[in-house]
């Protein structure tokens, strides 16, 4: 089955930049998805197909893909970016499944 | 704006089946190239997807929970289900119900219920 490798954690200072890593076996032939979870609350899709954003998503978070990394980048990182951090794939080659990576807590110190 | 809402047991016994209903308003469940999912996240780890639904019926599932799993859809009421047989404290989780298809080709979870806690205990 396809695995989703996320560091457990990342911090970084106010105003600096975030970059959450999500690596898997030629990731960069798949789309790759991004969601943001804080506390208590479901997660919320902030980059799809490797680097586009939803609708009401700030231009701060994007995204790339390449080879055996994706990476979502927030910008002038805010304290209301502290959050929970997944990335996901879905996996048409082997019975259509969806692969959720590990998760990685983004701490604004 | 679509909205999702879970209901169901919040307390299941081992051996037994949960079962939990995913209430769609504010949009149609019936509606071609949409999928319906069920998503799981226990305390304090991160998210395990369980299967998801297309409006035609078809369905696909986690492989690890697949013999224990069942998903259908009910157009009429405007919502889908979720049952899972034979459960273990291992599946004490929060369980969010969430709709695939409005960004891109590829599924993505753009809508989200808030998410109903299932504890297993005897």
């Known amino acids: 089955s396809y695995v989703l490798t996320q560091p457990p954690s990342v911090s970084v200072a106010p105003g600096q930049t975030a970059r959450i890593t999500c690596g898997g076996n030629?990731?960069?032939?798949?789309?790759v998805h991004w969601y943001q979870q804080k506390p208590g609350q479901a997660p919320v899709l902030v980059v799809y197909e490797d680097s586009d954003r939803p609708s009401g998503i700030p231009e701060r978070f994007s995204g790339s893909n390449s080879g055996n990394t994706a990476t979502l980048t927030i910008s002038r990182v805010e304290a209301g970016d502290e959050a929970d951090y997944y990335c996901q794939v879905w996996d048409t080659s082997s019975d259509h499944r969806v692969v959720f990576g590990g998760g990685t807590k983004l701490t604004v110190l | 704006q679509l909205q999702l809402q879970e209901s169901g047991s919040g307390l299941v016994k081992p051996s037994q089946t949960l079962s939990l209903t995913c209430a769609v308003s504010?949009?149609?469940?019936?509606?071609?190239?949409?999928?319906w999912s069920w998503i799981r996240q226990p305390p304090g780890k991160g998210l395990e997807w369980i299967g998801y639904i297309y409006h035609s019926g078809s369905t696909y599932y986690n492989p690890s929970l697949k013999s224990r799993v069942t998903i259908s859809i009910d157009g009429s009421k405007s919502q889908f289900s979720l049952k899972l047989s034979s459960v273990t404290a291992a599946d004490t989780a929060v369980y969010y119900c969430a709709r695939a298809g409005s960004y891109g080709l590829e599924i993505n979870f753009d809508s989200w219920g808030q998410g109903t806690l299932v504890t297993v205990c005897s």
């Open positions: 030629n990731i960069g032939s798949k789309s």
């Open positions: 504010g949009g149609s469940i019936s509606s071609s190239g949409y999928s």
